[in-house]
Each structure stands twice: as structure tokens, then as C-alpha cells.
């Protein structure tokens, strides 16, 4: 059944001149006979959709062993028909839905990557309209949402001026390393970037300032018998993560929900081959994350100098790499960034397809996903959503089943929108 245009999402449309003035979204153009054609065809596969979901959650991504998961989405990709369909040397997929001319081209990017090592149980519990599942959310449902976005264009024999690019990216949870690949070396120059990456209850047009570290201590080491008073990697370690925790952060940012920002977490440790011995090498990693580059380059210089520290007090040997580090200096200011049509469409389809009752969708200077990539190069990027996801990267994830197909509906107009204008 065609979605009828309700009149609070009239009001919420017409109530925000930014909107008005600078996004591609009007709600006539679900009025035309083959986006409602496109529409409709999503309900008519609401249970299929699920179950596939499902199946997908179910295969396993761990980053850096995507493989599986892409051979289906190429596989798919040559069902829709799509051209110049690539699998690259590091296994992103992406494939092309041609316009007819004259319009931008857009890529739709969704990471076929979970933070969830081989050998977790990935099956999936239902419990009415919740489905349980590590990586049931991120970001195998917008994964899911994307596939099917397609597909219900082809449904309705959408046509688009511009060119809509699939893109499923790897390595997205190990630095945003397959997107990166993919737009350096893929040979596409986008003119517009959209993560489909967040919850369906958030718009995001900016980038988090993320950094990354892996910092080593090491040591000759020794027999466990002669270790006491002996200089100690795992010793370092410790006193070095415990005084990198005592780092005095700025205040909280307001407005992020249930995000910390700026924040510093240690997520890995490890070193040592054997119980009975001081560890030749002992290690871990830093995740240090800000909303501007100023306050994220004070940390950056603290938590490093403060590693460094620890291990000349400790009499050990330091060395350190980065894992992560973006360059946005090429960034857009965050006012054209904001106020770029494709973020106020993104903001308005969003807004139209939002579960009822739920609060008005604001866009926010944030980002930790591949749209960072595309916003250090200065290309029109926004994350977007579609399913209501909670608690991502635990093995207690969960998400709304219902919430997909409204979602996937928000991507079709989103799509025609942006590649019509």
C-alpha cells in the first residue's frame, strides 16, 4: 500500500526553511507511478526481506574476511543487472546503476564488516519484533537495506538522471581502510557519498577527529624466578594504561545521545609467549576520538607523551604505530557541509519516514563511519540509516524488525531525490 504523506510530516517539512531552501526531497515524488510501484514492492517483500536479513547476520564478516559475504552481494549485483560490478584485491564490491545522463553520481556504501572475531555465535533470536544477534545492526541490517533499495528500483523501473553506485566496503571496522581503498583507487570521482551506517534515528554530516594507536614495550626479558625487581613490559602496560585513564577529558559534548565525546578507550592488549617468563614485548591500543581537530591534537600529544613516559620510568624499550589517521585539512567548512542539499535531503527523507511518535531527527557534525573518507576529500557526504539498531559492537546487539522496511523506503527516496534533481 502507497505511503500516504501524513500531515505532521507536512508540517515538519514546512516548518524548515533549510530544508525548503536547500534539499531535493519533496513528497510529491512518491506520487509518482514508479516510486510508488518501488514503494509498494517493499511491503510486498516484508518477510522475505527479514529472513534474508537474517541469513546474512548469520554469515560470517569478521574484518578482514568479508570474503563470503561478498561473493553474495556480487552475486546479487548481477542479478539487479548492475554494470562495471568489481570485486577489488582487498574485496570491496561495488557495482553501477546508470542513469540516463545529466544527472550527479551518488554511491550508496554499506560495510559488510563486523567488530566480531571468527567463532562467535552468530545466530539470531527473535523475540516478536526484536531480532537479537552480535552485528544484527551494524551494519548488516543497512547492508540488507541497501541491497534491497536497489532492488526495489529495478521493482519499479525507477529511472535516475544520475549514476547510483552500490558500494559494500570492507575493513570499515579496522579504520574505515576499505572505503579509503576504494576512493583512491577505484577510479570513480563521486559527487555526492552516503554511509548508510547509523541508526535510522540519526543524520550525520561531519567527522569524528579519530586516531588510533598501538603502543609496544619491550624488554630482554627473563625466567619468572629472576623477574622480581626486573624491568617489565606487562608491568608497563599497566601503569601506562591506568595513567592514560587519568587523562583529564574536556567536558562531554551535549546532543549525542549516548555517545562520550571526546573519549579514549583502550581495546586491545597482549603480549608474552609463555606463563613462566617476563614477556620479551607486551602491548595495546588506543581509540582516541574528538569533534574538532584542536582538542583531538591536545590529546593525541598527552596520550602519547604519557606512553612514552611510562615505559623511560620503567626502564623498558617503546616503540609506537598508528593505526588510524585521518587528514582533513581538504574538509569542507561545516556550515557548507550542513547545508549541502544532500544533507538536507537526507534530513528530510529521514524526518518523512521516521517511526511515528519518535522525536524530530536533527543533523549532527559527527561521523565514525565511511563518510569520513569522503569528507577529508572534500566530497558531499552524509550517514544515514535504516533500521532502529541498539547497543552496536556488543555481543547483545539488537534491532526492530519492523523498523526495515520504512527504512529501506527512506533509501528509495533519498536515492530518487538525490540523482533527479
Known amino acids: 500500500m502507497l505511503t500516504r504523506i501524513p500531515v505532521a510530516a507536512l508540517l515538519l517539512l514546512a516548518a524548515s526553511p533549510l530544508c525548503a531552501q536547500n534539499g531535493w526531497f519533496q513528497p ?3 506520487g509518482k507511478p514508479e516510486v510508488r510501484k518501488a514503494l509498494q514492492s517493499v511491503d510486498d517483500r516484508g518477510a522475505g526481506i527479514v529472513e534474508e536479513w537474517i541469513r546474512l547476520v548469520e554469515t560470517p564478516a569478521p574484518s578482514g574476511k568479508e570474503q563470503a559475504r561478498a561473493k553474495y552481494i556480487q552475486t546479487e549485483m548481477e542479478k539487479l543487472g548492475l554494470s562495471e560490478i568489481r570485486t577489488d584485491n582487498i574485496f ?10 545529466g544527472g550527479p553520481t551518488v554511491v550508496f ?26 552485528g544484527i545492526g551494524d551494519d548488516t541490517s543497512n547492508l540488507m537495506a541497501t541491497l534491497e533499495m536497489f532492488r526495489a528500483l529495478n521493482r519499479g523501473d525507477v529511472k535516475t538522471k544520475g549514476d547510483l553506485i552500490f558500494l559494500a566496503s570492507v575493513q570499515e571496522e579496522l579504520g574505515l581502510l576499505g ?20 541508526s535510522s534515528t ?19 626479558g627473563a625466567h619468572t624466578l629472576e623477574s622480581r625487581g626486573a624491568p617489565s613490559p606487562a608491568k608497563a602496560v599497566a601503569k601506562a594504561i591506568n ?36 614477556p620479551r614485548e607486551a602491548w595495546f591500543t588506543v581509540d582516541l576520538r574528538s569533534l574538532d581537530g584542536a582538542t583531538q591534537d591536545r590529546l593525541e600529544s598527552t596520550v602519547v607523551s604519557t606512553a612514552r613516559r611510562v615505559a623511560e620510568q620503567e626502564g623498558v624499550g617503546f616503540r609506537m604505530e598508528r593505526k588510524m589517521g585521518i ?12 547545508n549541502h542539499p544532500l544533507v538536507q535531503t537526507a534530513l528530510a527523507t529521514s524526518n518523512y519516514f521516521r517511526k511515528p511518535g519518535t522525536s524530530e531527527i536533527a543533523a549532527q557534525d559527527a561521523g565514525a563511519n565511511d563518510s569520513n573518507i569522503a569528507v577529508s576529500m572534500a566530497i558531499p557526504a552524509v550517514a544515514v540509516g535504516a533500521v532502529v539498531e541498539h547497543m552496536p559492537h556488543r555481543l547483545e546487539e539488537y534491532a526492530e524488525a519492523s523498523s526495515i522496511a520504512p527504512g529501506i523506503k527512506s533509501l528509495i527516496a533519498l536515492a530518487v531525490a538525490l540523482t533527479s534533481h
Open 179 to 198: 572505503a579509503k581503498h576504494w576512493l583512491e583507487t577505484s577510479g570513480y570521482k563521486p559527487d555526492m557519498f552516503v554511509a548508510i551506517d547509523v
Open 28 to 30: 510529491s515524488l512518491l
Open 109 to 134: 556504501a554499506a560495510h559488510m564488516d563486523t567488530v566480531f572475531p571468527e567463532g562467535t555465535d552468530l545466530k539470531v533470536k527473535r523475540e516478536g519484533d526484536i531480532l537479537r544477534a552480535p
Open 243 to 278: 595513567a592514560l585513564y587519568e587523562i583529564p577529558l574536556p567536558p562531554i559534548a551535549e546532543g549525542f545521545g549516548t555517545f562520550k565525546l571526546p573519549t579514549l578507550n583502550v581495546g586491545m592488549l597482549g603480549g608474552g609467549t609463555v606463563v613462566n617468563a617476563i
Open 327 to 338: 587528514d582533513y585539512s581538504k574538509a569542507l567548512p561545516q556550515k557548507e557541509r550542513l
Open 202 to 220: 540519526e543524520v550525520w554530516y561531519g567527522a569524528l577527529r579519530i586516531d588510533q594507536f598501538k603502543f609496544f614495550y619491550t624488554s630482554p
Open 92 to 101: 570491496n564490491v561495488s557495482g553501477v546503476r546508470k542513469g540516463n545522463g
